[in-house]
């Protein structure tokens, strides 16, 4: 059973960076894509990146492409996600997803693609 723990959360001003992690486990996950999903309060949860496991191919929404960034280190099945110049606007629960590619095709960005979730952790941004 896929398990996923976000971790790196926080209370950070404008302008600030915070990496947050996703520790995967429970399977092997080559044939993978491992996602990053935001909501805000009152929001839908919404796409944020994705990243394949096995290439390293990456894929960001345009509101955060050059902000940034979503990597993987395979001997510690970790996901990150490097935000930096963090906006209020930034303020959400940031949840890490899991599916196989076979059930994602091009729609990395849908949650509904997505069966394994996090818990979140909370990134809040202040001005």
């Known amino acids: 059973q896929v398990q996923l723990v976000e971790s790196g959360g926080g209370l950070v001003q404008a302008g600030g960076s915070l990496r947050l992690s996703c520790a995967a486990s429970?399977?092997?996950?080559?044939?993978?894509?491992l996602a990053w999903f935001r909501q805000a309060p009152g929001k839908e949860r919404a796409f944020v990146a994705a990243i394949s496991w096995s290439a390293g191919s990456t894929y960001y929404t345009d509101s955060v492409k050059g902000r940034f960034t979503v990597s993987r280190d395979i001997a510690k099945n970790t996901v990150f996600l490097q935000i930096n110049s963090l906006q209020p606007e930034d303020t959400a629960v940031y949840y890490c997803?899991?599916?196989?590619?076979?059930?994602?095709?091009?729609?990395?960005?849908?949650?509904?693609?997505?069966?394994?979730w996090g818990q979140g952790t909370q990134v809040t941004v202040s001005s």
């Open positions: 429970g399977r092997t996950f080559g044939s993978y894509a």
């Open positions: 997803a899991a599916a196989p590619w076979a059930n994602i095709g091009t729609y990395y960005y849908n949650t509904k693609k997505y069966d394994d």
